[in-house]
């Protein structure tokens, strides 16, 4: 299928930011180039009665502000706005965004979609989207949203996306000033479980214990080495020790050289592995047993070979990186350690 996105605005160079794709949409940064039609959109009695900080009617001067706003608040990573555009048509279609708390563990969640463009499907597939790519991409812990109670369609968005209600609560809606308006409050937690998988392998994995081996990789700093799972994989966006599952017949250290050699360019001598720690926790499709190396000498520069970010971690801030359930037990050990 031809792909006009990129044709979309000639000779008008986006700013800068993500861009995320799903199957008809793409969400990308705004852009000066949006005002008009984000106006036309917006300047409707029925979206700005759901958006809480949208004033009905909606000045086109307001529209111009938010697009500046969205792009100042990027920069000073406050939030992350994305236009939400057809990726055929290249049409404006909606509005999506993430704005951080101070810590930047939570994210408030904010669409809205035109109404010409209602009962399509986009509101889910735009926010399955941004959900997917900050929880792999972003250091947040959980995803928050606050729901007008009479929005059935944003609730059904939610609930299909597993968020679950946290509270009630009321809210100042600005095209309605002097009131408050009951809300729903809604969360996503990231998962930290490995997923359930299909019924078969559930049955053959439940009982099996799978054997990981794993490194702390340790700088002349004294800084530790952890990969973030990539986009599509499992537990996407947690942070990990470098390595992997055992080949039949291989020994935990051999498979250890082997993992750091494929994922990260580097080479280690099984000699210069310590043994350490182990990890011993039951995910919900199998039992994990992860034996721990310390490692502090090999060759090269470590690059992530398989599309992985790299953080060279300080021991006391090990705690920040969210991490798969099995690892967290061992961060007190490694700090106390180290
Ligand atoms: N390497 C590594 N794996 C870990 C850690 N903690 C933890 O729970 N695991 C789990 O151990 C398993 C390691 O498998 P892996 O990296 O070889 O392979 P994978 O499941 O990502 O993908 P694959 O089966 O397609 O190769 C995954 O289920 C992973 O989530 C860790 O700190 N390092």
Redesign the pocket.
């Known amino acids: 299928m031809p792909d006009l996105f990129d044709s979309l605005m000639p000779g008008v160079a986006l700013p800068p930011g993500p861009v995320l794709r799903s199957a008809r949409l793409a969400l990308r940064p705004l852009h000066g180039e949006d005002v008009a039609a984000f106006h036309r959109l917006i300047n409707d009695w029925d979206i700005c009665r759901r958006v809480p900080d949208a004033p009905f009617p909606y000045p086109e001067s307001q529209a111009q502000d938010w697009i500046d706003a969205a792009a100042a608040g990027r920069e000073a990573g406050r939030a992350e706005q994305f236009a939400i555009v057809e990726t055929l048509s290249g049409t404006l279609v909606g509005c999506a965004g993430l704005t951080f708390s101070k810590d930047r563990k939570d994210a408030e969640l904010g669409y809205w979609i035109g109404r010409q463009y209602w009962r399509q499907g986009y509101a889910l597939e735009a926010v399955r989207r941004l959900t997917e790519w900050a929880f792999a991409s972003l250091p947040i812990a959980q995803i928050t949203a606050v729901v007008a109670a009479d929005n059935e369609g944003s609730l059904a968005v939610l609930r299909h996306l597993s968020f679950t209600q946290t509270g009630k609560g009321h809210r100042v809606f600005s095209c309605r000033p002097g009131q408050k308006l009951p809300v729903r409050h809604f969360a996503l937690a990231r998962d930290v479980e ?1 997923p359930v998988e299909t019924p078969a392998l559930v049955a053959v994995q439940k009982s099996a214990t ?1 054997l ?1 081996v ?1 490194a702390a990789l340790i700088d002349q700093q004294g800084r530790v080495l952890l990969a973030r799972r990539p986009e599509g ?3 996407a966006g947690l942070w ?6 055992l080949e039949p017949g291989e020994t935990p250290e051999a498979a250890l050289a082997r993992e750091l050699r494929e994922e990260l360019g580097l080479e280690a001598d099984p000699k210069d592995f310590a043994p350490f720690v182990f ?1 011993s ?1 039951a995910y919900d499709t199998f039992h ?1 047993l ?1 034996p721990v190396f310390l490692c502090r000498r090999w060759q090269g520069e470590p690059q992530g070979r398989e599309g992985q970010k790299l953080a060279w971690v300080a021991p006391g801030n090990l705690a920040e990186y969210p991490m ?1 359930a ?2 967290r037990p061992l961060i007190p050990m490694l700090r106390d350690f180290l």
């Open positions: 490995a799978l990981v794993a994989r499992k537990m990990e020790f470098p390595g992997g599952k990890a926790h994990l992860m798969p099995a690892d």
